[in-house]
């Protein structure tokens, strides 16, 4: 690490895990800001619905200051380095999405993205729509058939539906213009989404892990809460199913139970 004043006003014990993670892979300048935007903003790398022990506590904080790390240097200063950093750090999901896109990003997508000069701002909607577009064999998610029929739910005029299929999953990442698509190596019996569809298509798409809502959208990634009759569709589903929700994606205080459709 480098000998500098910066580096040795916040070497401590508390912070030679974080220093030796962020110096280790970026070059001075990077690491400094990195750092920097850190110590500002600790609290953001702690998850405070969680007790956890200091070891699991370190963790959480190193995993995500190496998803900055690989943006950095996988995106960041192929295409974006006229980028200020803190636009950067301070939208930490949708890079976390942008990331999850691009590992699923084929040759002829990574070729037109060096060719074509795509905004920050635009990339994550981009990089949806290329993936929803790219051929690939269809395959099934390994979700245990209990859980997808646990999920199987209709109430008033809406269906509730497990994601069984990669390709029924890319059909709503397109129709929804978001970023689930990168989810093709996350399913499984730990983790779910969940279609929310009427007669006319599908509204909403849901986040499920360990039996707990994380995640609610409408179209383009606007948050269920936007539309008081989706979101408390969602609460009833979940009240009914016994899931937990732990997002502010959905509002809870004063919900209606709505009266499931015979």
């Known amino acids: 690490m480098p000998n500098i004043k910066f580096l040795k006003q916040h070497f401590s014990l508390k912070n030679l895990s974080i220093i030796n993670t962020i110096y280790n892979n970026l070059n001075k300048d990077l690491s400094n800001n990195l750092l920097k935007f850190y110590l500002e903003n600790e609290k953001c790398f702690i998850n405070k619905e969680y007790k956890e022990s200091y070891r699991s506590n370190l963790d959480r904080r190193i995993n995500k200051l190496y ?39 084929n040759l002829t997508i990574l070729n037109k993205l060096e060719q074509e000069n795509i905004a920050f701002s635009k990339l994550h909607n981009w990089l949806a729509l290329e993936i929803a577009k790219q051929q690939e064999k269809d395959f099934k998610f390994d979700i245990a058939i209990d859980i997808i029929n646990k999920y199987d739910v209709d109430i008033k005029k809406y269906h509730f539906s497990c994601v069984k299929k990669y390709s029924n999953l890319k059909e709503i990442a397109y129709l929804l213009n978001n970023c689930s698509a990168g989810y093709k190596n996350l399913i499984n019996d730990r983790l779910q989404l969940i279609a929310i569809a009427d007669d006319e298509g599908v509204k909403a798409l849901i986040e499920i892990s360990n039996n707990c809502i994380i995640q609610a959208k409408l179209y383009n990634n606007v948050p269920a809460n936007k539309n008081s009759f989706i979101n408390n569709l969602i609460i009833t589903f979940a009240k009914e199913i016994g899931l937990k929700i732990n997002t502010s994606d959905v509002i809870i205080d004063n919900f209606s139970l709505l009266n499931k459709a015979s």
């Open 67 to 105: 998803l900055y790390i690989y943006f950095i240097n996988k995106l960041y200063l192929k295409y974006y380095k006229n980028l200020k950093l803190n636009v950067i750090f301070n939208k930490y999901n949708y890079i976390k999405d942008i990331l999850n896109l691009y590992k699923e990003a």
